[in-house]
């Protein structure tokens, strides 16, 4: 089990610019979520899907941010633009039902 | 609405001493409470759960939790702390909206001492 696959794990890049953010999750999970970790805000729910469908996406900033779940094994985190403001290290955990959540090692995202 | 609080920001304990975090809880319904773990650099680790049972959980690395119905309270103890057990702790809570959302608390840092 190759547990939950982030890429980048590090991004830096300058205001303005469009970031993607990649998640390969745990194959036969059903449940990916998406989160953001800050200092000041601690661990924040953006968005979830469940069988490749956006279930909440009330966590979700505002709309320089989207995501997508195009299939089982793969969904992506977009800024556009980003903002220096965007700083965190960003979380893809999936999960099999009720079943505990696995975490990838995130992507420290610093935005200039 | 569901949630958890983690009243302390930061626990130091020294090595070999036993350790407490603490979690207290709010919810509507049967509680389902979680520890994870996040080493530096890393995702958060699943440690234990409870759903029913014994009152007394068992989890990774030697740690257990202690539900409380009467307190509303889920502590993270472990009898002899390790230099290794500095981390930060999370304390969770499922949503009863989704089989598997679940709700974190603040974190609350453990430092060990040699």
């Known amino acids: 089990d190759a547990g939950v696959i982030q890429s980048p794990r590090h991004e830096v890049t300058e205001m303005g610019q469009e970031v993607t953010l990649r998640c390969k999750p745990i194959s036969g999970h059903d449940y990916l979520f998406w989160y953001r970790q800050t200092m000041m805000r601690g661990l924040e729910l953006l968005i979830y899907?469940?069988?490749?469908?956006?279930?909440?996406d009330s966590g979700m900033p505002e709309d320089r941010f989207s995501a997508k779940m195009p299939n089982a094994s793969f969904s992506t985190l977009k800024i556009q633009p980003s903002e220096p403001r965007d700083s965190a290290v960003y979380f893809c955990?999936?999960?099999?039902?009720?079943?505990?959540?696995?975490f990838g090692d995130g992507t420290r995202l610093s935005i200039l | 609405a569901q949630s958890v609080a983690q009243p302390e920001d930061q626990v130091n304990v020294a090595e070999g001493n036993p350790l407490t975090v603490k979690c207290t809880y709010s919810v509507s319904g049967n509680p389902y409470l979680f520890w994870y773990v996040q080493y530096p650099n890393r995702g958060l680790q699943f440690l234990l759960k409870?759903?029913?049972?014994?009152?007394l959980v068992k989890g990774s690395y030697g740690f257990e939790a202690e539900f409380n119905k009467s307190q509303t309270s889920f502590h993270l103890k472990k009898p002899s702390a390790l230099v290794s057990d500095s981390a930060l702790y999370f304390c969770?809570?499922?949503?009863?909206?989704?089989?598997?959302?679940?709700?974190f608390g603040s974190g609350t840092r453990l430092s060990i001492r040699p």
């Open positions: 955990a999936s999960a099999h039902g009720m079943q505990p959540q696995h």
């Open positions: 899907f469940n069988n490749n469908v956006p279930i909440d």
């Open positions: 409870y759903i029913t049972g014994d009152n």
């Open positions: 969770a809570v499922r949503d009863p909206s989704s089989a598997s959302k679940i709700i």
